[in-house]
């Protein structure tokens, strides 16, 4: 359970499983009949959907969003031509979309800093094969995590953090993220500052775990800011990282209970458990194309 | 707010506002093509899908299930032909299925036995306009609740109940729930039992609010037994009166956490709570027509 | 259940039961020794501890806090001549205290806009023999509430509000709370500010609801500024009103899910089901002297 | 953070902060003056109150629980003579109790089968600080484990086990628990039955978690019978072990909200996540002395 080989081998069963599996996802102006077209289209090239959900931001003028989850025989052998088949429609309703197969793994990279919790979490729940994802590499600023990062076959890099050498570091670390191919871009609790530079490199593919319960206690020190209000519940907030600090759209949020007693010592132990459940979920949820960002808000289809 | 003439308004303003919305619920061997199928026919009828969920008991030769709301310019016109036009494409696909209309609003009895507190949160949501449906009549074998259901213009009927007139009882429910045209019938803590005959007449039709976390404390004193056993959490269920006692589809449960402290008369309390949340939760469902039932459990569309 | 005599008779039947029941708060610099002096003091006074629950804001010369619920035969005889005997104790220790009598009940008052569903679960559990306290008068700037109100024989006053006339009616309204010897003053979705003038005439005495998870949005429009945040979770946060807009401490607070789907009409709807809860949870604490208020927060006894 | 050192470090410092904390418990009849007589016993040996949990079974003639926990300057020094001087008071009135010091660790043995979760999240919350134990041992019927254990230092005994050799595995295991002088034994998923026998020699001192919320579905299959029933919450109970199957005290519970769409599998890992938190949650209270079982309940102080 505690070796690469084992994830490998699971994911390799999951793999074979998923081989005929598609998802499709669409945003167009909403309009009568476009269900009819994307079912009659799936139809028609031999696929049963399995899961579909779908939103319309307003009943009149409004956009329509929808997700698709269909099964197809050889559907590797197919998807090539299918994509091109959509190319019509897409056009005639002025689509966009996009074509997701399980199978083709989501590479990640995870970013941390000292508290190793969400990354443990998240380590954890990939060596059970309940991440569908390849964690190609985990980046720090501290050496903490490295040995039971590398124990896992995953490459750990050290890379030192501060604000006067951030320019050096985030070209170091785009020039990785190339490298490595990374699709999504985890902070698991990574304390630095990202510029609009690096954060635009990567639209709505870094998530982030913000330690409060947003939009309250923004920016630093939430628990300490929890703790001097006098709150009773305190929270956690997985969101897409954009150029507004804490303001980008939000994936999931969850509480706990406290009170008086608890210190900032003890908020932030409860703390720890609630950012673990709910970064993983987000990264859950991105990873199987559940989520939709719409004006800085997310659309979620479970 | 307190007046039948208010809560009427406000009914009509919504019946306004659904008299274009229409819902159509499909149970039906899985294939490919059936989503295509139903939107294709829908199109055709100039109906917009505005909200489409969907599950599949079975990847292979499972059953499908749908529900679909829609929106039709002009519907109450339009729909008798739809439905005649419908019967071609059901019987082609071996379709069970139902269209429901929301401003044709169900007819709903509520039972209640002495303690008022479920009947009360559904009169509350009724009255804020909460709950589509018309309450036509509230029975109960004691006089308790009569001021109160008299003063918002709903018939109250005292039947008394007891296990050795319970024939003639039911006799004369079943004449009141056809004088008054139920299709739904509440059991908002209706401590009765109630004879297989009777519950044959309404099936899946009537609704149950247990006092416990089922499986767990079927039968009576739920509340003692969950005090005896030391549970830390406590819980309602509302489901489907089937004639296995606590035994039928359940809706919707919830749970409150408890302690060593509180005896009895405080878990009743806590409990009356959820009993009241669970209840009126599984209510708007079923009024929604958000609810199949499948061997013995319930596929819940949200 | 639904008439004032019903509930007369139940509070009749608790005051009896609670006849022999004292509580007392001490607040005081701690040392130790100080739980020693208050046991062996009521012990002499032959009480029985039934209760206690301490709590010291720092380790070392921190201040120290207690409520303890104890038993004593014939206490409305003896507690005269008990708190007598305390006084020299209290200035010993440079004690602030409170001796208090479940029997006495606290006497509140209701302020109310238009949205009423605070005030029916006040008046809800208040019927129902749970909130211990005799409710003396109903104060609203609308008249909807007077039916409901006056039909359980508590007295209603309109008295409208609006900017240019705070002054006359909050000095109305103070004459009213002298009149009536209101002890506890709860804003039920009362949306009028009150001047500091009013505030300081009852420090630690109003109880407002506020219809978010606070410190996130304070101030007008939480629901709508909650919906074009995208949060997932809804709150809403019980405090005792202070001169600083929506920063009083915090008494409660609880939260629900919400979705993308959810629009503001939703989250209302939603949110007042969790505005019922966390306002009558810190009435009934408050009643139950369970709260003691420390530099803008609340410690709770539970 | 992986290595025994740190853990060992961290412990090290906790232990420095614990020196002076102790914890008394009491169970004796209730009578007036109990709570006089133990505070003025430790204020009489220099003892700080820091914080006191109290209950009464029953207001009269009930039995008295207390844990009592305090702050002395050299309690280890102090606490031998503190006992001694603490019997004629316990005798007097017919105490039972225990003084137990945080200091002085409690020595934990895991058992395990095949899934790892429950035995992850404790060494996680160990390894962090936590958990204020030492886990002494680890046994399993299955190798799976033994990597990660032995490279946190910790000793992994693999003792095969099935019906046919269940004595003389049971003896084993006696020997070692003997051995590593085991206080408390946790059975983090271990799916063995126990001997009346065995469980006989750890009375109190064997917590499991079962992967149902209790009473439902005890025995074999929970998650499985869970979908059978088609319950829309799951839960864990984390209990101590007596020699009824999975009818001892109840010490956690706990749920998660699952539909229609979720299989055994996604049921199981769901659960998982419950069980995790509702062993180690038992685990620490019980290790910091919270817990009091009484007539097959558990009285909890927080």
Redesign the interface.
Same mark, same amino acid.
């Given at each position: !359970? @505690?070796?690469e080989t084992e994830a490998k081998r699971k994911s390799v069963k999951q793999n074979k499983q998923l081989e005929s599996r598609g998802r499709l996802l669409v945003k167009c102006p909403?309009? %009568?009949?476009?269900?009819?077209v994307l @079912?009659?289209f799936?139809?028609s090239h031999? @696929?049963? #959907? !399995?899961?579909?959900?779908?939103? @319309?931001s307003n +009943?009149e003028n409004g956009t329509f969003f929808i997700r698709i989850e269909y099964?197809c025989d050889g559907l590797l052998a197919k998807s090539e031509q299918m994509e091109k088949d959509f190319e019509e429609i897409a056009a005639n309703h002025s689509m966009e979309y996009e074509f997701a197969y399980p199978n083709e793994r989501k590479r990640s990279a995870i970013f941390v800093s000292k508290e +190793?919790?969400c990354l !443990?979490e998240l380590l954890?729940e990939w060596q059970?094969g309940?991440l569908d994802t390849n964690i190609v590499i985990v980046i720090s600023n501290h050496e903490?995590?490295r %040995?039971?990062v590398e124990?896992l076959g995953i490459p750990f890099h050290y890379i030192p953090a501060n604000k006067d050498i951030r320019k050096q570091v985030e070209a170091e670390q785009i020039r990785l993220m190339a490298e490595y191919e990374v699709d999504l871009l985890i902070l698991a609790r990574y304390m630095q500052i990202l510029t609009p530079d690096f954060v635009n490199h990567f639209e709505s593919r870094i998530i982030n775990i913000h330690h409060s319960? /947003? +939009?309250?206690?923004i920016g630093v020190g939430p628990y300490e800011r929890a703790f001097e =209000?006098?709150?009773? /519940?305190i929270?956690a907030t997985s969101h897409y990282v954009t150029n507004n600090l804490d303001e980008g +759209? #939000? #994936?999931?949020?969850?509480?706990e209970r406290v009170?008086? =007693?608890d210190d900032v010592i003890e908020l932030k132990?409860i703390g720890r458990?609630i950012e673990r =459940?709910v970064l993983v979920r987000a990264v859950k949820w991105h990873l199987e194309n559940r989520i939709i960002v719409e004006c800085?808000?997310? #659309? /979620?289809f479970h």
């Amino acid at each position: !359970m @505690s070796t690469e080989t084992e994830a490998k081998r699971k994911s390799v069963k999951q793999n074979k499983q998923l081989e005929s599996r598609g998802r499709l996802l669409v945003k167009c102006p909403d309009k %009568p009949g476009i269900v009819s077209v994307l @079912s009659t289209f799936l139809y028609s090239h031999n @696929s049963n #959907i !399995m899961e579909s959900s779908q939103y @319309s931001s307003n +009943p009149e003028n409004g956009t329509f969003f929808i997700r698709i989850e269909y099964h197809c025989d050889g559907l590797l052998a197919k998807s090539e031509q299918m994509e091109k088949d959509f190319e019509e429609i897409a056009a005639n309703h002025s689509m966009e979309y996009e074509f997701a197969y399980p199978n083709e793994r989501k590479r990640s990279a995870i970013f941390v800093s000292k508290e +190793p919790h969400c990354l !443990m979490e998240l380590l954890w729940e990939w060596q059970n094969g309940d991440l569908d994802t390849n964690i190609v590499i985990v980046i720090s600023n501290h050496e903490d995590a490295r %040995p039971f990062v590398e124990a896992l076959g995953i490459p750990f890099h050290y890379i030192p953090a501060n604000k006067d050498i951030r320019k050096q570091v985030e070209a170091e670390q785009i020039r990785l993220m190339a490298e490595y191919e990374v699709d999504l871009l985890i902070l698991a609790r990574y304390m630095q500052i990202l510029t609009p530079d690096f954060v635009n490199h990567f639209e709505s593919r870094i998530i982030n775990i913000h330690h409060s319960f /947003l +939009p309250a206690f923004i920016g630093v020190g939430p628990y300490e800011r929890a703790f001097e =209000r006098g709150v009773k /519940l305190i929270g956690a907030t997985s969101h897409y990282v954009t150029n507004n600090l804490d303001e980008g +759209p #939000i #994936i999931e949020q969850d509480v706990e209970r406290v009170d008086h =007693r608890d210190d900032v010592i003890e908020l932030k132990k409860i703390g720890r458990q609630i950012e673990r =459940r709910v970064l993983v979920r987000a990264v859950k949820w991105h990873l199987e194309n559940r989520i939709i960002v719409e004006c800085n808000k997310t #659309i /979620l289809f479970h």
